[in-house]
Each structure stands twice: as structure tokens, then as C-alpha cells.
């Protein structure tokens, strides 16, 4: 996709400074540009009127007379810069050569889908999935998967259709393993930006949904693995507390996706603790319920996740 160059003549009208070489101290030699032609006057320093005739050479360049008979060539006209392709027929070239590019780059990632694909299904099953990330060497639970999942737009967790695997592939341009590995960095960095994590983090409660039995809360274990998972590379000071509540709390079945959103609001307005929560906030209750269980532990100065055994006192592990 090549630029059109600017042509390199100049713009018609315009007069270059006058040029003096190395000639007779009585001549001086000027140049006018009209157009793109270029012609040259002589005239005697004493204000002689005559000048030299023009006359055509047999390949139609400009030579101008003197009055000593000498005779200048002028510079040769310089042809136009043609843009880039080299004609029709080049452009066409390039199109069908890029048309051929896309087929192929199609053709690579159905065979890469193919590896995976289960026997019986036209998808990618958690056999399959556990292959695929055996050779981009990486763990099924590492944060890397989340983010290729993510890129996939996959429905749900151990599978992969035919179109999510296409399309995603086609998305990040690539079509090979070593081709997914190079984009982890990039999307590492990417969701350093509060806006695509925010996507990222609402695209995991889905994907942690059992989408075959139509299930629309997550359960409380799933939530919480979800939560380890992908607050992982950026931990908020309060993320172990809420877990331990959770978990402390068995009564406390299911996470539904209101309160997973408001999660990630409720870590930015409270900070590192829970010193700004304010209780008359439309809050979903639960959080309620954790600020008030993390207020009366803190009232008994005893935090549960902090507790010591007397094992660890005794033997000088209290400042570990």
C-alpha cells in the first residue's frame, strides 16, 4: 500500500536567483523557469538588447545562442516520479498476492485448530485445551489463559469452539504457537489500562458460568477462584480479607453479577481499607456484611488471617 510521491518540479512562476559560474566578466547567465521548462538569456554587462536565438536540437531540447557563438545545453527535463504499484498490472499483483497472504494465514489457523479439535466435536475440549497450553508452556490456571480466553471471547471455561479460535487468532494476527506466545506480552500490557481490565474482569464472571445448564450466579468457590485469578498480577490490599470472609461464611452460596461488578467499585472507593466505606451508599448487602465483620474484628484487635498459633510464638515467629 504504497504513498504517491510529490512529483519533484517545482510549482510553475517562479524565479531561481541568478547563477554565476565561471565565465567571461562581461556575460552573466540567467535562469527563468516557466512551467517546467527552463531557458536561458545571456546579456552583455554594458546592456547589450540582443540575445542569443533559441533553436530546436533534433531531440527537442532548448539550446540557447550567445553572442560569441558558444552554445549551452540546458539541464535535461526530469521526468515525473510515477507512483507507486508500476501500473494496473502491478497493483493487481500486489492484490492477489495479499488475497493469497490472508488465505493461507486462514488455512494455517484451521490446521492449528485442527491439532486440538476433539474426535467427536467440532470444538476444543479440556483435553485438548490442556494440550494447547502444554505447548505454549503455560499452566491451564496461569492468568495467561484468562487473557487468551478473553481475546477468544470464549463462552465458557474448557472449550473453545471452531469460530472462538478462528476469529480470535485472526484478531491477533496470528496463526501458530509461537505466534500466541510472542502476544502474551502485548496483552499483559494491555490491560494495564484500568478500562481493559475492567472488560477483562467482567468477561471472567461469564466465563466462569456453567453456560450448558443456563447458570446465572456464580458459585461461591468458582467466585472466589475467579477473584485469586484474575486480580493476580496487581493484588488489592483487601482482596485476602474479602476471600476469608467469603469463606468463613458458608452461608453465602452464590455470587451473582451485580455484586461481581460492584466489587471492582467498591476496591477503588475504599482504597487500602475500609476507612471511607460509607454504609449509606447503595452498597449490595454482602459488602455490608464483610465491612461490619472486618469493624468487629478490628474493635477485638484480633484478625483472623493475622492470628498466630502459640507454636509460632514460642518459637520466635511472630515478626516473620
Given at each position: 500500500?504504497?504513498?504517491?510521491?510529490?512529483?519533484?518540479?517545482?510549482?510553475?512562476?517562479?524565479?531561481?536567483?541568478?547563477?554565476?559560474?565561471?565565465?567571461?566578466?562581461?556575460?552573466?547567465?540567467?535562469?527563468?523557469?516557466?512551467?517546467?521548462?527552463?531557458?536561458?538569456?545571456?546579456?552583455?554587462?554594458a546592456g547589450a538588447t540582443s540575445v542569443g536565438q533559441q533553436t530546436n536540437n533534433s531531440?527537442?531540447?532548448?539550446?540557447?545562442?550567445?553572442?560569441?557563438?558558444?552554445?549551452?545545453?540546458?539541464?535535461?527535463?526530469?521526468?515525473?516520479?510515477?507512483?507507486?504499484?508500476?501500473g494496473s498490472s502491478g497493483g493487481g499483483g500486489d492484490a492477489r498476492r495479499s488475497s493469497h497472504s490472508r488465505d493461507v494465514s486462514d488455512s494455517k489457523i484451521v490446521a492449528l485448530y485442527d491439532q486440538y479439535r476433539d474426535?467427536?466435536?467440532?470444538?476444543?475440549?479440556?483435553?485438548?485445551i490442556e494440550r494447547l497450553c502444554q505447548d505454549l508452556e503455560v499452566k491451564p490456571e496461569e492468568f495467561k489463559v484468562l487473557l487468551l480466553a478473553w481475546k477468544f471471547n470464549a463462552e465458557t471455561m474448557c472449550r473453545f469452539t471452531r469460530h472462538e479460535f478462528v476469529s480470535g487468532c485472526k484478531s491477533l494476527k496470528v496463526s501458530s504457537i509461537r505466534g500466541i506466545q510472542n502476544k502474551f506480552v502485548d496483552?499483559?500490557?494491555?490491560?494495564?489500562?484500568?478500562?481493559?481490565?475492567?472488560?477483562?474482569?467482567?468477561?471472567?464472571f461469564k466465563f466462569g458460568l456453567d453456560a450448558e445448564v443456563g447458570q446465572r450466579i456464580l458459585p461461591t468457590d468458582m467466585a472466589v477462584s475467579l477473584w485469586r485469578l484474575v486480580f493476580s498480577q496487581k493484588e488489592p490490599p483487601i482482596?485476602?480479607?474479602?476471600?476469608?470472609?467469603?469463606?468463613?461464611?458458608q452461608n453465602v452460596r452464590g455470587i451473582p453479577l451485580d455484586t461481581w461488578n460492584m466489587f471492582l467499585n467498591f476496591l477503588e472507593a475504599i482504597g487500602d481499607d475500609l476507612s471511607s466505606?460509607?454504609?449509606t451508599e447503595a452498597w449490595p448487602s454482602l459488602f455490608d456484611d464483610f465491612v461490619e465483620y472486618e469493624n468487629d474484628q478490628t474493635n477485638q484487635n484480633v484478625h483472623p488471617i493475622d492470628v498466630k498459633s502459640p507454636d509460632d510464638e514460642e518459637n520466635g515467629f511472630e515478626n516473620f
Open positions: 500500500m504504497g504513498k504517491c510521491l510529490s512529483c519533484c518540479l517545482e510549482p510553475d512562476a517562479s524565479i531561481r536567483p541568478t547563477k554565476r559560474g565561471e565565465i567571461d566578466n562581461k556575460t552573466e547567465l540567467s535562469y527563468v523557469v516557466e512551467g517546467n521548462h527552463r531557458r536561458s538569456f545571456e546579456s552583455s554587462a531531440n527537442g531540447k532548448h539550446v540557447a545562442g550567445s553572442t560569441t557563438g558558444e552554445k549551452r545545453m540546458f539541464y535535461p527535463r526530469i521526468p515525473p516520479i510515477l507512483s507507486g504499484g508500476g474426535a467427536n466435536e467440532d470444538a476444543i475440549l479440556s483435553e485438548g496483552m499483559l500490557q494491555e490491560v494495564q489500562d484500568a478500562e481493559k481490565f475492567k472488560d477483562l474482569y467482567r468477561f471472567t482482596l485476602k480479607r474479602w476471600i476469608h470472609f467469603l469463606e468463613k461464611h466505606y460509607d454504609d
